[in-house]
């Protein structure tokens, strides 16, 4: 099993910005991907930011540009500093890491973070 614990979520006024991280922990496998979704009240959960364990990432349009995505490899680690936020950034923050023990992956959430921007 595998636990992700998430934190630095909060309130931050529009053109604030803001860092989350996410810790692993138990039985992580080398090769994986670790990112961001968020789900904002009435919508449907969505890709903000990957990175794979060899570096490689992945952003959503929405944040190009604005939000960066990075681990430390040693602590299993994820972290996204969010610049530049905009009241349409509110939304509940997970935490997933995605592994493959076989044929198809499996995946794992944290508990979520709150991200509210204030205009």
């Known amino acids: 099993q595998v636990q992700l614990v998430e934190s630095g979520g909060g309130l931050v006024q529009v053109g604030g910005s803001l860092r989350l991280s996410c810790g692993a922990s138990g039985s992580i496998f080398s090769n994986n991907v670790m990112g961001w979704y968020r789900q904002a009240p009435g919508k449907q959960r969505e890709l903000v930011a990957t990175?794979?364990?060899?570096?490689?990432?992945n952003y959503a349009g929405s944040v190009k540009g604005r939000f960066a995505i990075s681990r430390d490899k040693a602590k299993i680690t994820v972290y996204l500093q969010m610049n530049t936020l905009k009241p349409e950034d509110t939304a509940f923050y997970y935490c997933?890491?995605?592994?493959?023990?076989?044929?198809?992956?499996?995946?794992?959430w944290g508990q979520g973070t709150q991200v509210t921007v204030s205009s």
């Open positions: 997933n890491l995605r592994q493959w023990g076989g044929a198809r992956p499996d995946d794992y």
């Open positions: 990175i794979t364990s060899g570096g490689s990432t």
